[in-house]
């Protein structure tokens, strides 16, 4: 037999991860320039006007912005991605991006193109980003504009994805399932495979607004698709549905779910760890492991969507190294006493098919230790579509639960 003269494992794999993971490096952050956006999306859950004066004061800076880059530089952190609200509605935008490529990081952009002019895609030429990512709300004016309530909003779109992809700048396009785009979303991920670099993806989750305002959060609820129907829409994307099933045995764990995959994050264990005292963990996802988000208005996150009272950090009152070296593994060590949480979904086989986690939790309930039975109803109906078409065993012990 011949034997292979170089192993190969996958990226993913690497030992390096683990390495960096135990050493706490933040590889990479996001950097939320403003929560102010030219389009006015039914589903958003951060967007305020375009001319609203008070979010324009609160936004930090660019000199604020690249210190704090540096800061995170000095920490370890290799990628940052700037997101919004939409970045490009900054006037500094330029200065910003270039700030942050000197500083040697791999940029990420996430715009919805409308404001992309001629010198936003020569800019991105000359100093290309890691990839510019694009949200596409519908393949025709009608469908987009339902979403965005900006008459001329699919023809700013258009154009601006133009200017980018005539530069040759690498550009990702993903969507999101709503109510108002469902029967376009056939159309949706054609357009975008047919326009798009690598791969095309779908997002049905929609985030309550982390303001929190009621009326806005009335409106997202109305456009969230019910289980059934993200079960439905997952299934008819061939390319997405196919990757769950040749994940099927990760998603779908008959044994305990929650810290099979990663080991358990206090002992390193991989599948067997049942210490009642580690399973009390809050935190079982990445938030706040190896990466952090800041806020426009200078507010440290574990991710994106953690912005429970007392799990926030200032820091305008403080340093990155700060908020990174203490106050983020002191939120991480939270330990719960939920039922709810250490009663199902600690031995959950489904974990890995649910939306449900401590951000979510507390956007939903206010109580970041909640179970949120719209997401558990989702992760059942997620798993009812794949477990037909998973290996004899796998599905198996989990019936009962998907009753
Ligand atoms: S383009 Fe993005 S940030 Fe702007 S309203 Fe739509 S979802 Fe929100
Ligand atoms: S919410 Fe339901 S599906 Fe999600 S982890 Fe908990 S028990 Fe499992």
Known sequence: MIRPQVESITLQDHGLWERLRRRRVPLGFDLELTARCNLDCRHCFVNLPAADAAAAARELPAAAVLDLARQAVDLGAVWCTITGGEPLLRPDFAEIYLGLKRLGLLVSVYTNATLVRGEHAALFRRYPPRDIEVTVYGATEETYERITRRPGSFDRFRRGLGLLLNQGIKV????????????????????????????????????????????????????????????????????????????????????????SLASCLECGERENCEDLEHLSRLFICGAGAASFFIAHNASFRLCASLCAPGMTYDLREGTLKEAWERFAPEIRSRRTGSEALLGACRSCPIVNLCFNCPATADLECDDPEALVPYFCAVAHARLTSLKHECTPGIGRGTDAASE
Request: glycine residues 4%.
């Open 172 to 259: 990702r396009l993903k969507a999101m399932a709503l109510r108002s785009n469902l029967d376009g979303m056939a159309e949706i991920a054609r357009f975008c495979r047919e326009h798009t670099k690598d791969f095309y993806r779908f997002d049905p989750l929609l985030h309550l607004r982390s303001d929190r305002d009621p009326a806005r959060n009335a409106e997202i609820l109305s456009e969230r698709l019910s289980p059934a129907e993200i079960a439905r829409a997952e299934r008819s994307d061939p390319e997405r549905f196919g990757a769950m099933e040749r994940n099927c045995e990760r998603l779908i764990e008959p044994r305990r779910g929650d810290f």
